[in-house]
């Protein structure tokens, strides 16, 4: 039973970030009809630059909790840079090319972003350490520390926000109009390539505090680290229903829990033939699971609409 | 009774590929006009409004709006020149509500307590739209949803309000009410340029005309006068 509660709340921790970055692939698929193989390396550029950040801000004595939110401000604002840029020099001029281009594209500028962070950063793994202690709290059987019930917290926030600019604001309405009919959005006066920047900029913000969260979890940064996260967060995407809102949080969250519960079964499902280290195999077993049974994902509609 | 043309077009050419599509068409709007396109399926109607919307790229030709060439001016910039397309086949969205629609259609307006009245407005010549205000647009019935998409157009002020093939689809007391509109708005001042396939109907509206033949325009004159001609009663009203 204690394992079981504590693999919810790890779930619940994993999952938070899951549903940002699947938001990100999700608002962009929904837009575009493309789906972005680079956002998972924004997520990663987002980590490094808050790491490199956090560390100067520290030795230039700024308070702990300041350096803290300006690190996290300056990783959202160089991703949101790095987002818009991908798109204005990636896709943007293959808007009316063969869907397969701009998905061989993506995962080139997903090389690209990889090699350029390897040589800015190394193959190292580098401790990423918040700068202050991080308390754990005991709830029944299981613990939960300052930093997670921050991530929750903070997403579930940022989730709320998201969802409120969407169905509230200007923005949000030509978003949703652009999604549906890009060309009678532009008779209403829309300008769709602003509101494509928009969109990656938006997700890349999202997923710069994704990074940031992962990074402050587990205490570790890489430059690989944007490719499972990001294959992660792409299942997520397709698990709740690909450019789907809604779907991506809940399709984040419940891989999170598909993956954590999981873990701490597999042992033993498998009588320890196999150990937690194979969590990630749920993954792609959800994935696999979707795509034959459930193609349109949770929340998704009919695929066709948009293919 | 010289009135300054709103729209001046001139020899406009427009191609889809190799094809051709407009042969160089000219035609001018005044003012307050209302003035209908008309032509057989596949004439060149749609091409020649989304060619004056900006969805289309002319391959040459001149198009003067107030004077100025609008062919260096993006589709989403002539809406807040007032130039608004209703088009075909209505282009509704249909997962935002009736009023997220009619909001889509002043998203051109800042100030928001004229949008408020403009609402207001369109609801009151729409009374059937302002009973689904909160429903998706898709669940509306054809008709209601060409009633979204006049008012969406017209909740951008327009100057000149172009609609292509309105009564496509409808039942013919549908027809009638979306004429009777069309008329309204004609009334008020708004210039307008009416496509239709439902020959009678527009030359019964409009003030003049022009037919469209595979790209060329082959008539033009004043409305009651097409409507007598023998080409128009052959080709168009089946006489
Ligand atoms: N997207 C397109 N690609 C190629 N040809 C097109 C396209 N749209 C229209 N056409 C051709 O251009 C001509 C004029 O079409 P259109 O303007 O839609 O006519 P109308 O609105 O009068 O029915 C037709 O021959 C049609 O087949
Ligand atoms: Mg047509």
Redesign the interface.
Known sequence: MDIFFQQIINGLVQGSVYALVALGYTMVYGILGLINFAHGEVVMIGAMIALTALQALLAAAFAPVLAVLFSLMIAMAVCMALGYSIERIAYRPLRHAPRLAPLITAIGVSIVLQNLAMMIWGREYHSFTLPFTSTSHHLGGAVMNDVQIGIVIVALVIMAGLMWLVHHTRTGRAMRAVAENPAAATLMGVDINRVISVTFMLGSALAAIAGFMVSANYGIVHYYMGFMLGLKAFTAAVLGGIGNLRGAMLGGVLLGLIESLGAGYIGDLTGGFLGSHYQDVFAFFVLIAVLVFRPSGLLGEKLAERA | MTKTPLLEVQDLKVSYGGIQALKGISLTIAQGELVTLIGSNGAGKTTTLKAL???LHPASGKVDYQDKSLLHI????R??NGI??V?EGR??????TVE?NL???A??RSDKTETATDLERQYALFPRLAERRTQLAGTLSGGEQQMVAMA?ALM?HPTLLMLDEPSMGLAPLMVEKIFETIRDISAQGVTILLVEQNAKLALEAAQRGYVLESGAITLSGAASELLGSDAVQRAYLGA
């Open positions: 919307a900006g969805l993006p589709a989403h910039q809406v807040a608004s397309l088009p282009g509704i969205f249909a997962r935002l997220e909001l889509m259609g998203y051109v969406r951008s």
